[in-house]
């Protein structure tokens, strides 16, 4: 009962000697403070948005123009459009005073005028996506238009320096592309995987969805293009992830890995009391827009609205639809070790605890001998599984008392940590270690991981960390920027000798509270076991290998002239049809974000170009010449298909959207039907490294990012997850299921180092060829 004592600020009560108020000033102070920093923080969001409005004009810029029209027109100076004798007309006298403030208004009239003009046009630069399809060989020239159109952007946006969402404004909405377009394009893309009846069945299909229903369907789609930011984005969260009633672990939720070179301590206390505090870090700079946004060649701004949703968010299950929920502020985290929770303060008398005291607070959580109480070990295993059953259970078993209350306190967390009694990470003598470390971030056991929040923190008793980050709030960009941010922190700060963070504590910092539960229902403890064993069913189907490859890496791939990105997904077309003997419909995650709230784009890797590549590269007749034709064609092809995705010329998200407006209209497509009907058998994303100049590989050579992986989205498909990494190390982790006879992680693996060095020796032969010819003459 102390902490429900605690919670009580004061009390009073009549007796017959007056009044009797009893308070506590500690929980008082508490509460004060608490207002004061809400306060400070609504402050701090409305000066950010009064600057962002403005951008990418300053503040000061107003100042200095009304100092130059009063000096003006007391000069005797005539001001432009006689802004200043309208303004006093509507004033209500002429004194001095009168004609500052007159020269005030037409200040603010001339410098909103040209702030807006200049917003607008920015917008109207931005449009401009030619950029993108400039070749970047060494030698190139660029088009006259790109360069003057790069000399304004940079006039534009050098003003000021840019604040997170400073952008935001003036980004462009994404285009809708016409549904001649689309199925021109979706055409293209399914020919190399139909024969020639089939084909000429899908193109009958697609030309009678053109002529007919798709009018009336790109008719409501044009409205909300004109109406919403983004007329993709809020359909793509609510159907493909929020209406989706399979478990999150594994199907949806993504993981993260560490600097595995590095483990610069072998302390899990000290090692979570620095990475939670530079996490909150990262959120106060968010809060404080203090962030920079990330740009596209330092010129071309991203949209920052995901990260918006990086830290106090929960997404909360429901029965038909779960929704996504997120909390202005939090000053907790909550902490979950041998199957026990506790709620962490990381804020003391209106400051961000050091890493030393969180420190301090996790070792206390590590040295609690205290038992779980029954059914809390295993609780988090609702969160792993079916979404139906566990919104079910949460709304009759978990909408009172205690239940409540910490369940509460869990989703209102800024995010929350797992402090796993095991050892894992990477070991340089076992390089299996990485399956198992990806196996343990991506799933854990089943019940140690809250699945609904927007990340958990995985802590390993050696040392090594790691992230499962929940899918539907972003993409994996945001949360590989938070954690480049991190792991730079972390190696500007150190650690001790020892092994400790650096510091000391003066005052004890707020010390753990063990969340209480009331969990000793047979109902409820059964529905506990169906989710746990939903969980253990899923997670022992999964087939996870990492493979690190440090043969040759990105510094291979440029001079080879070809993009690493089309490098690596034409190796794993060849690696694909090796392993299955057959080519399959590819996705390959591409980012929209050069669009206002934008997220991802498909972009389908098989192409005709790409097969008639593959084909060669297994045809023991073709020429090395022929082959090394074929490839740079393919990779110039791919190159194409991302740059139209980035650009908003997609296929898939564009027929999705139509696919949802027949179905709000019960209008019934074969064509729509044959398209989402094919299953993505190889799903591939490529995880961001160096997004930001501050993981320089060339000053930190050993920090070396393992990158994260997913599980694979269709039950005979695989799940490939890469990193290029520096000049010379490629990381790809891939999965499947266990239970599906033909496809094999293992086997698949040895497919791609097998086609990495195929395709090293052809280029090597390529250049010797050559170099003959060249002697010859």
């Known amino acids: 009962m102390a902490e429900a004592h605690s919670a009580v600020a004061f009390s009073f009560a009549i007796t017959h000697d007056g009044w009797d108020v009893n308070f506590d000033r500690e929980v008082l102070y508490l509460v004060w403070e608490s207002g004061l920093r ?30 130059l029209l009063v000096a003006a027109h007391f000069g005797g100076f005539n001001i432009p459009f006689g802004l200043v004798q309208k303004a ?12 500052v403030i007159a020269c005030l208004l037409a200040a603010l009239t001339m410098w909103l005028s040209v702030i807006f003009l200049m917003r607008y046009l920015l917008k109207v630069l931005l449009m401009y996506k030619g950029w993108m399809y400039e070749s970047r060989a060494p030698g190139a020239k660029i088009s006259l238009k790109t360069m003057l159109w790069v000399s304004v952007v940079k006039v534009l946006s050098g003003w000021n320096k840019p604040r997170l969402y400073s952008f935001q404004g003036s980004l462009p909405r994404l285009p809708l592309p016409s549904v001649k377009d689309t199925m021109k394009r979706y055409l293209i893309s399914v020919r190399p995987l139909l024969d020639d009846e089939n084909y000429k069945r899908v193109e009958r ?40 009633r399979s478990p999150l672990m594994v199907n949806s939720n993504f993981y993260g890995t560490d600097a595995i070179l590095l483990r610069p301590t072998t302390s899990q206390a000290a090692r979570a009391g620095a990475i939670i505090h530079f996490c909150l870090q990262f959120r106060r700079l968010i809060e404080r827009q203090e962030l920079e946004p990330i740009m596209l060649q330092n010129m071309v701004p991203l949209c920052s609205w995901q990260y918006e949703r990086l830290f106090n968010t929960v997404r909360v299950p429901g029965i038909e639809t779960d929704k996504l929920v997120h909390y202005q502020d939090s ?29 301090a607070q996790i070792q206390q959580i590590l040295d609690d001998k205290s038992q779980p109480v029954i059914g809390e070990e295993r609780l988090a295993a609702l969160t792993a599984g079916e979404r139906s059953h566990w919104a079910h259970i949460r709304q009759t078993m978990f909408n009172r008392g205690h239940n409540r209350t910490s369940l509460h306190c869990i989703e209102r967390a800024a995010f929350n940590v797992c402090l796993d009694d095991i050892d894992y990470g990477y070991d340089e003598n076992n390089p299996s270690s990485l399956d198992e470390y990806g196996h343990i971030l991506l799933h854990g056991q089943g019940h ?53 963070t650096h510091g000391t504590i003066d005052t004890p910092p707020p010390p753990p509270i063990r969340l209480q539960w009331d969990l000793n229902k047979e109902e409820l403890l059964k529905a506990i076991d169906v989710s746990y064993n939903v969980a253990q069913s899923l997670l022992n189907d999964v087939d996870l290998r990492v493979l690190m490859y440090t043969q040759y890496g990105k510094g291979f791939m440029k001079n080879c002239r070809v993009s690493p990105d089309a490098f690596i997904q034409l190796l794993l077309q060849l690696s694909y049809y090796r392993d299955a003997g057959r080519f399959c419909l590819t996705y390959e995650a591409s980012m929209t974000r050069l669009f206002r709230e934008g997220r991802t784009e498909t972009v389908r890797s098989c192409t005709v170009e790409s097969t008639a590549w593959v ?33 908003g010329r997609g296929i898939d998200r564009h027929l999705f959207c139509l696919y949802v407006v027949s179905k709000y209209l019960e209008l019934d497509s074969p064509f729509l039907q044959e398209v989402f009907n094919e299953p993505w058998r190889l799903s591939t ?37 890469y990193m290029i990494v520096g000049e010379d190390t490629i990381f790809f982790h891939v999965s499947s299921k266990k239970s599906c006879p033909i496809t094999s992680s293992s086997n698949f693996v040895k497919q ?24 010859r003459k």
């Open 448 to 500: 140690d991981r809250w699945f609904d929040k927007s990340f958990n923190l995985c802590f390993s008793k050696n040392g090594f960390v790691g992230f499962n980050a929940e899918h539907t709030w972003a993409d994996a960009p945001v949360m590989g920027h938070l954690w480049e941010y991190v792991i730079w922190s972390e190696l500007q700060h150190g650690y001790t000798p020892e092994g400790n």
């Open 38 to 67: 809400s306060w400070k923080k609504r402050l701090a969001r409305f000066r950010n948005s009064v600057s962002n409005g403005v951008y990418p004009g300053h503040l000061q810029s107003l100042y200095f123009l009304w100092a």
């Open 331 to 359: 000053t907790h985290i909550t902490v979950y070790h041998k199957g026990r929770y506790f709620k962490l303060m990381v804020y003391s008398r209106g400051r961000l605890l050091r890493p030393v005291e969180i420190q």
């Open 88 to 99: 006093l007309a509507i004033l209500p006298g002429t004194s001095t005073m009168w004609q």
């Open 615 to 647: 084909k060669a590269m297994e045809d023991p007749n073709a020429s090395v010449q022929e082959r090394i034709e074929l490839f740079i064609k393919a990779s110039k092809r791919h190159q194409l298909g991302y740059q139209d995705a980035m650009a």
């Open 752 to 775: 791609i180092e097998r086609s990495l060095k195929d395709i090293r020796d052809l280029f090597t032969e390529y250049n010797k060829l050559k170099n003959n010819g060249k002697n």
């Open 685 to 721: 994303s490529q995880t961001p490294h160096g997004q930001t100049n501050m993981l320089d590989m060339k000053k930190y050579p050993k920090c070396v990012c393992a990158g994260g992986g997913f599980g694979p989205v269709a039950d005979d498909g695989y799940g490939v997850s």
């Open 205 to 244: 299909l697609a030309k009678e969805f053109e002529e007919t229903i798709a009018v009336k369907l790109q008719r409501f789609l044009v409205l909300k293009s004109w109406w919403s930011s983004n007329y993709v984005s809020d359909w793509w969260e609510e159907y493909v992830y929020l209406r989706g």
